[in-house]
T-cell receptor, first 113, second 115 residues
């Protein structure tokens, strides 16, 4: 079983829709949770970062963490064609000097105009 | 936000040659940099962790003699793929840990094609 599970998609939605992207994890040591956006042939770009259960909002993006269920989500409101990309969840166990990041496989999102 | 650059963005080489990839943090000092490899439709896989002034820490299964990492300054780390083979063709991405050590900022990646 992978430490982090993420549906690879692809996920196609119409412009303006609310998008829900999800990851589950098995390692209870994960404390820090991130969402990255990766456009084709580019490096990942950090979108959201959180370390506590609950919601964190930034513009059209909301990150949700449920540590009891080992489940994290990223919601995108009023989705735009420019949001079309692969979204990677990522997690870190602990905050020591060695910050190994475990990534999900990514969900490919396509927002149709 | 923090900016990380990589050079070159794309390289094509013949089998058996060596390729050097540079990773630079442009507006912050990074004591720790990371090197990842990403195959098509797969997630990023950590290859090694590079600490300035010390030897890199390699992940299990990554050959340290094949993937040479040097982190000579707080803004530059290099990855050299020695005696490259077609199976080394991949997307190589570096990242740098910022002042908030729990986040990483990624470079744009280098696409390596070995013929």
């Amino acid at each position: 079983q992978k430490e982090v599970e993420q549906d690879p998609g692809p996920l196609s939605v119409p412009e303006g829709a609310i998008v829900s992207l999800n990851c589950t994890y098995s390692n209870s040591a994960f404390q820090y949770f991130m969402w990255y956006r990766q456009y084709s042939r580019k490096g990942p770009e950090l979108l959201m970062y959180t370390y506590s259960s609950g919601n964190k909002e930034d513009g059209r993006f909301t990150a949700q963490v449920d540590k009891s269920s080992k489940y994290i989500s990223l919601f995108i409101r009023d989705s735009q064609p420019s949001d079309s990309a692969t979204y990677l969840c990522a997690m870190i166990a602990g905050s020591g000097g060695y910050q190994k990041v475990t990534f999900g496989t990514g969900t490919k999102l396509q927002v149709i105009p | 936000g923090a900016v990380v650059s990589q050079h070159p963005s794309r390289v094509i080489c013949k089998s058996g040659t060596s390729v050097k990839i540079e990773c630079r943090s442009l507006d912050f000092q990074a004591t720790t940099m990371f090197w990842y490899r990403q195959f098509p439709k797969q997630s990023l896989m950590l290859m090694a962790t590079s600490n300035e002034g010390s030897k890199a820490t390699y992940e299990q299964g990554v050959e340290k003699d094949k993937f040479l990492i040097n982190h000579a300054s707080l803004t530059l780390s290099t990855l050299t793929v020695t005696s490259a083979h077609p199976e080394d063709s991949s997307f190589y991405i570096c990242s740098a840990a910022g002042t908030a050590k729990d986040t990483q900022y990624f470079g744009p990646g280098t696409r390596l094609t070995v013929l």
